[in-house]
């Protein structure tokens, strides 16, 4: 049962474009969402995070938008740069539990 | 990643062997998290831990598998009579506090383990 999906294994993007990522929940429970970047071979570093009492959190190039009745989550980067180029996991959590349920990634590939 | 050490990066053992994989958070973080990460899947969470106490361990394999966060010295997360599908990325995180009241998880650079 995958509470949390980022239905798209990959992007590419061109450098200086937006990149858009996104990700589907289903849980109804979830207040808390946030998103992680991953290098190969390194742990996930956090991104952004976003209450669900909130519907848009900005910092710098990186914008997360909370669409609570589509149960939707989007992250935008702009302008991508190639240094973006690595996976990145949306993560949510709900009030009544401290754990993270992460979808399975999205391949950000940023080239010149 | 803000300081979790974990080790050993890499392990080898063989069907059967135990493997110990050992995390150390962030001075002043009480809170620890061990998840999983198979190939070419998400991280899945596993167990929960604050000082000498599991909160959740509801990830956790039902056997071979334990965790603990004594009150000195770094988290462990055991695994007994390793089997092949146990082969996977082992990340520890930690916190100062709860996710709920907007605390950030930092997550160490994983523990690679791989079963022959």
Redesign the interface.
């Known amino acids: 049962d995958q509470q ?1 999906k ?1 239905n798209s294994p990959s992007l590419s993007v061109q450098e200086g474009r937006i990149s858009i990522l996104n990700c589907d929940y289903t849980n109804s429970m979830f207040d ?1 969402f ?1 998103w ?1 970047k991953k290098y190969p ?6 991104l952004i ?1 976003i ?1 669900s009492i909130k519907d848009k959190n900005e910092d710098g190039r990186f914008t997360v938008f909370l669409n609570k009745s589509a149960k939707h989550l989007s992250l935008h980067i702009v302008p991508s740069q190639p240094g973006d180029s690595a996976v990145y ?1 949306c ?1 949510a ?1 709900s ?1 009544n ?9 999205t391949r950000l590939q940023v080239f010149p | ?1 803000a300081g ?1 050490m ?1 080790n050993p990066r890499h392990l080898v053992r063989r069907r059967g062997q135990e493997a110990r994989l050992r995390c150390s958070p962030v001075k002043g973080h009480s ?1 620890v ?1 061990w ?1 999983r990460q198979l190939p070419e ?5 596993m167990v ?1 831990l604050q000082k000498e106490n599991i ?2 361990e ?2 956790m394999p039902k056997e071979r598998f334990s965790a603990e966060f004594p009150k000195e010295g770094p988290s462990i997360l055991r695994i007994q009579q390793v089997v092949r599908g146990d082969s996977a990325a082992y ?1 520890c ?1 930690s916190s100062p506090g ?3 009241a ?1 605390n ?7 523990s ?1 383990l791989t079963v022959v």
């Open positions: 949390v980022q808390y946030l992680y071979a390194e742990g996930p570093t956090f995070s209450s996991f993560a959590s009030y539990t401290d754990k993270l349920i992460f979808g399975t990634g | 990643n979790v974990q809170h998290y998840y899947e998400g991280l899945k969470f929960y909160i959740d509801s990830g990340f995180a709860t996710i709920q907007g950030t998880i930092y997550f160490g650079e994983g690679w």
